[in-house]
């Protein structure tokens, strides 16, 4: 299996401030990766797919880069509502698919 | 809008099968080519993809459940469903019914989530 690491586990931020998690894959996945948000108690909510394609309906301050085995997601200014953990998952060819620990966000 | 809604006992017994059933609203499960798949997360933990089954009937399980894992459809009802045999405690978790956008390598629509517990 393709194993994920997520870094860091968590983090504390200021309304407003830039939000970065990384995302590292066991071996190159390309681009095959999405990353989603889970807020307590909820199913867990697309946000970007093929490592940096934004989901339809989903704030533009999201976004998301990389390839390979190294990838980024990206808060530009985080709100309130984005309290959260986000999780990666890879996709590559070899089934089964995989996600990273997640990444808990709140606010400072 | 696809909708899917997990129904199933909560509570299951070691040894015995879970036994989950996913409903689909929204749109038929047997058109379009979608993965319906199954996820589960225990309490305060991560996310483990399960298995899937597309719309054809064709089945992919994660290696680390295949012995004990069975997804089948229901296109008469609009379901998709779960077995797991064999439980222990290691299976209580929140389990979760998904499907892809089209492409069968993302989960955008998802369940509320079912939580089952594993005990005597």
């Known amino acids: 299996d393709i194993q994920m690491t997520q870094s860091p586990s968590s983090l504390s931020a200021s309304v407003g401030d830039r939000v970065t998690i990384t995302c590292q894959a066991s071996q190159d996945i390309s681009n095959y990766l999405n990353w989603y948000q889970q807020k307590p108690g909820k199913a867990p909510k697309l946000l970007i797919y093929d490592a940096s394609n934004l989901e339809t309906g989903v704030p533009s301050r999201f976004s998301g880069s990389g390839s390979g085995t190294d990838f980024t997601f990206t808060i530009s200014s985080l709100q309130p509502e984005d309290i959260a953990t986000y999780y990666c998952q890879q996709y590559d060819n070899l089934l089964p698919f995989t996600f990273g620990p997640g990444t808990k966000v709140d606010i400072k | 809008q696809v909708q899917l809604q997990e129904s199933g006992p909560g509570l299951v017994k070691p040894s015995q099968t879970l036994s989950l059933t996913c409903t689909v609203s929204g749109g038929s499960i047997s058109s379009g080519s979608y993965y319906w798949s199954w996820i589960r997360q225990p309490a305060g933990k991560g996310l483990e993809w399960i298995g899937r089954i597309y719309t054809s009937g064709s089945t992919n399980y994660n290696p680390s459940l295949k012995s004990r894992v069975t997804i089948s459809v229901d296109t008469s009802k609009n379901q998709f469903s779960l077995k797991l045999s064999s439980v222990t405690a290691a299976d209580t978790a929140v389990y979760y019914c998904?499907?892809?956008?089209?492409?069968?390598?993302?989960?955008?629509?998802w369940g509320q989530g079912t939580l089952v517990t594993v005990s005597s």
């Open positions: 998904a499907r892809d956008r089209y492409s069968g390598y993302d989960f955008r629509y």
